[in-house]
């Protein structure tokens, strides 16, 4: 391969901010478990410690909710994560607070990831595979194969359709797309008051073809308290506790 070929396929890099949503209540946890203690580091230390050593990451905007605000720049000035760009007021939804995060982004951003700071199991190879999809594609999410059988139930709990397995998967952040996309379909989503459980929701429903990658089991995000159990065997099995 002569040194032109080289450079050609040299890989792209594509200025990428990452918003971190950390607005929730905390309802069924009962407890905001982004400052939960984690084997002594708070959960939303252990989501952002991946992004701020990742090279694929310029730059990181934190949602949370507004009497917040200073503990967690706190949190990011006593953790040296100086990649926190902002740390801004989310909203009622999990949308309107993606929505403030990523109009807060900087001028250069070309891809933007998001990610609940509920899941501090995110590594920085799982980042960075996400970053190469999309920076091809557009738009990329993490997912796992499901291994129990999904079926649709209505209100009563008594099963109204099926859905083929091998079809199935389950659907994590971080979720990366083009910026200008994204922004827009958050837009539209909060615009006209779509109940959505994800961004790339928002995408697809733009007509977006959104491209997954293969997700990590181990990044749960922490809804119930169980999941603090759950959370602990990860740390176990790396060694971190
Ligand atoms: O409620 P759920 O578990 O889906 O929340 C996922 C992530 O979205 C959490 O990190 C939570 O802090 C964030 N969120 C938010 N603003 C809301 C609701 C949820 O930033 N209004």
Same mark, same amino acid.
């Given at each position: +391969? =002569?040194? %032109?070929?080289?450079?050609?396929?040299?890989?792209?890099?594509?200025?990428?901010?990452?918003?971190?949503?950390?607005?929730? &209540?905390? !309802?069924? +946890?009962?407890?905001?478990?982004?400052?939960?203690?984690?084997?002594?580091? $708070?959960?939303? /230390?252990?989501?952002?410690? $991946?992004?701020?050593?990742?090279?694929? *990451?310029?730059?990181? *905007?934190?949602?949370?909710?507004?009497?917040?605000?200073?503990?967690?720049?706190?949190?990011?000035?006593? =953790?040296?994560?100086?990649?926190?760009? %902002?740390?801004?007021?989310?909203? /009622?939804?999990?949308? !309107?607070?993606?929505?403030?995060?990523?109009?807060?982004?900087?001028?250069?951003?070309?891809?933007?990831?998001?990610?609940?700071?509920?899941?501090?199991?995110?590594?920085?190879? @799982?980042?960075? &595979?996400?970053?190469?999809?999309?920076? #091809?594609? +557009?738009?990329? *999410?993490?997912?796992?194969?499901?291994?129990?059988?999904?079926?649709?139930?209505?209100?009563?709990?008594?099963?109204?359709?099926?859905?083929?397995? =091998?079809?199935?998967? #389950?659907?994590?952040? $971080?979720?990366?797309?083009?910026?200008?996309?994204?922004?827009? /379909? @958050?837009?539209?989503? *909060?615009?006209?008051?779509?109940?959505l459980t994800d961004d790339s929701s928002a995408a697809k429903m733009m007509g977006v073809k959104v491209h997954t990658v293969s997700g990590d089991p181990d990044n749960i995000k922490l809804t119930v308290p169980d999941d603090l159990i759950k959370g602990a065997a990860i740390l176990k099995s790396?060694?971190? &506790?």
């Amino acid at each position: +391969m =002569n040194l %032109k070929d080289l450079f050609s396929k040299k890989k792209s890099d594509p200025h990428c901010s990452v918003v971190i949503v950390a607005a929730g &209540s905390g !309802e069924r +946890m009962g407890a905001d478990k982004v400052f939960l203690d984690l084997a002594g580091v $708070p959960v939303l /230390a252990r989501t952002l410690k $991946p992004f701020q050593d990742s090279e694929c *990451v310029d730059e990181i *905007v934190i949602v949370t909710r507004t009497e917040k605000l200073s503990e967690v720049s706190d949190l990011c000035s006593s =953790n040296g994560f100086t990649k926190v760009s %902002k740390v801004v007021s989310g909203g /009622a939804t999990r949308t !309107e607070s993606a929505l403030a995060g990523v109009s807060e982004v900087g001028p250069k951003t070309k891809l933007i990831a998001i990610h609940d700071a509920a899941r501090p199991f995110i590594t920085k190879e @799982l980042i960075s &595979s996400l970053v190469s999809c999309a920076d #091809q594609f +557009m738009a990329a *999410v993490p997912a796992v194969r499901c291994a129990d059988t999904i079926r649709i139930v209505d209100d009563e709990g008594v099963i109204t359709g099926d859905t083929d397995r =091998n079809y199935a998967v #389950q659907i994590q952040t $971080p979720q990366i797309f083009d910026a200008d996309i994204i922004k827009g /379909a @958050l837009s539209y989503a *909060v615009t006209h008051e779509r109940s959505l459980t994800d961004d790339s929701s928002a995408a697809k429903m733009m007509g977006v073809k959104v491209h997954t990658v293969s997700g990590d089991p181990d990044n749960i995000k922490l809804t119930v308290p169980d999941d603090l159990i759950k959370g602990a065997a990860i740390l176990k099995s790396r060694g971190e &506790s």
